[in-house]
């Protein structure tokens, strides 16, 4: 699906301030982690899935690197339920 710059934008907003990693007892959102822009990517391209397929679709795929890039970890295994959940809620919004 091929979301209009405008709706990806607000994408890229949404998810940058409503969706966040835990790591230990940290939050680290996804805007501050500079990863909103790849996941909005990804999640608008898997929306015709439907908004859930899509949303643990693309955040299985999206790789996450840590310590010195030495390792990657897939974005879903860093996101609480709750946290998924918010993301399948903002990409159902999209699908409205």
């Not at 500079?34 to 899935?49: G, H, I, K, V």
């Given at each position: 699906m091929t979301l209009p710059a405008a709706d990806l934008l607000r994408l890229r907003e949404a998810l940058a301030d409503r969706v966040y990693l835990r790591i230990c007892r940290w939050h680290l959102y996804l805007g501050d982690a500079?990863?909103?822009?790849?996941?909005?990517?990804?999640?608008?391209?898997?929306?015709?899935?439907g908004p859930a397929a899509a949303a643990s679709q693309a955040a299985g795929a999206l790789k996450v690197p840590?310590?010195?890039?030495?390792?990657?970890?897939?974005?879903?295994?860093?996101?609480?339920?709750?946290?998924?959940?918010?993301?399948?809620?903002?990409?159902?919004?999209?699908c409205r």
């Open positions: 500079q990863l909103a822009a790849p996941l909005a990517e990804s999640l608008a391209a898997l929306l015709d899935q840590v310590g010195d890039g030495k390792h990657s970890v897939s974005l879903a295994v860093l996101l609480p339920s709750s946290q998924m959940a918010e993301l399948k809620d903002i990409a159902a919004e999209l």
